[in-house]
């Protein structure tokens, strides 16, 4: 029996994993029905396990299927790379920059950066990929990525090479027809009774903010959590409380629902970048960190920077 696993193989996993069904795993990749059943017995075959059961005529992954998923789409990933080099040669486009960023330096200047850097260099390739500051930071390890953006400190990390941008404040999101958004600044003890839309625990913005306020003896009423801070300001314009996110974020926001408030004391916010050591020719590499500590210095309100 033929044990050779095919890139088929691997986009039919990925694909059905990621649309829990045949039908619309089956359209993305524009096969019939048949051709992803097919690929995924094969898959099974050939690795020597089950891969997903089916509970209620709907088929369920494993967990030995959970664990393969980031492993089939890392190596998606590279041969997608591999494609790209290879049409950027054919195309004579022979630079190539790949930035990872965390969801609020993505959304926030680092478009900006990019759309000069682009006009500058037409002939270099820019690929932004949005995670979370770890796994940011994993991929330009890992190089992967010729430069990281993140919201760490280079004191609470042990990677090497971590240099910080700027340092800015945390600000309070308060819905616009709140009576504290016509507040200067807001303390801890402000929060009293006000419902309060969190990051997660495991954060260390999340870990800074509980610290304070149990020096200062203030219960939170903690209702919602979630991990990306853009998401917090939108919680808060639909009226589900108050919200402590990072500036960067709160710049990015330009609706009329909500205002933005100094939280005191001041929490530090630290934006930092580290460059891999796989990294691309310096020709593009130093304009383009030329350019992305230039926007963010623009974008942020001297007010909301230490």
């Given amino acids: 029996m033929d044990k050779k696993i095919t890139l088929r193989h691997l986009e039919a996993f990925r694909a059905l994993m990621l649309r829990r069904s045949v039908t619309a795993a089956a359209q993305s990749l524009e096969v019939t029905q048949p051709v992803v059943t097919r690929l995924i017995a094969e898959f099974e075959a050939r690795i020597g396990m089950p891969l997903f059961e089916r509970v209620k005529s709907r088929l369920q992954p494993t ?4 664990l393969l998923l980031e492993d089939v789409h890392q190596a998606l990933m590279g041969i997608e790379r591999i494609r790209n080099i290879s ?34 260099f ?98 939170r009423r903690v209702n919602i959590e979630t991990q990306i801070s853009y ?40 934006y930092s970048m580290v460059v891999s050591n796989r990294h691309a020719s310096t020709l593009v590499l130093k304009p383009f960190i030329d350019l992305a500590k230039a926007e963010i210095k623009r974008m942020l309100p001297k007010r909301w920077i230490l």
């Fill in 63 to 66: 967990s030995a299927a959970t």
């Fill in 231 to 270: 998401a917090a300001i939108k919680l808060v314009e639909a009226g589900a409380g108050l919200a402590i996110i990072d500036p960067l974020t709160a710049c990015s926001y330009h609706g009329p629902d909500v205002k933005f408030v100094l939280f005191e004391p001041a929490v530090p916010c630290e």
């Fill in 122 to 219: 037409p002939e270099t390739l820019v690929t932004l990929h949005m995670q979370a500051s770890p796994a940011a930071l994993d991929m330009v390890q890992a190089e992967r990525c010729d430069i990281g953006f993140v919201m760490l400190s280079p004191d609470h990390t042990r990677f090497k090479g971590l240099e910080t941008l700027v340092i800015g404040k945390l600000v309070v999101a308060v819905p616009a027809g709140h009576k504290l958004a016509r507040r200067s600044s807001l303390s801890p003890v402000d929060f009293v009774d006000e419902p309060l839309v969190s990051l997660p625990t495991m954060m260390e913005t999340r870990t800074k903010l509980d610290s304070l306020f149990l020096v200062n003896r203030v219960q």
């Fill in 87 to 120: 049409e950027n040669v054919r195309f004579r486009r022979l630079q190539r920059l790949e930035v990872t960023a965390a969801p609020a330096m993505a959304t926030s200047f680092l478009p900006s950066a990019i759309a000069k850097f682009s006009a500058q």
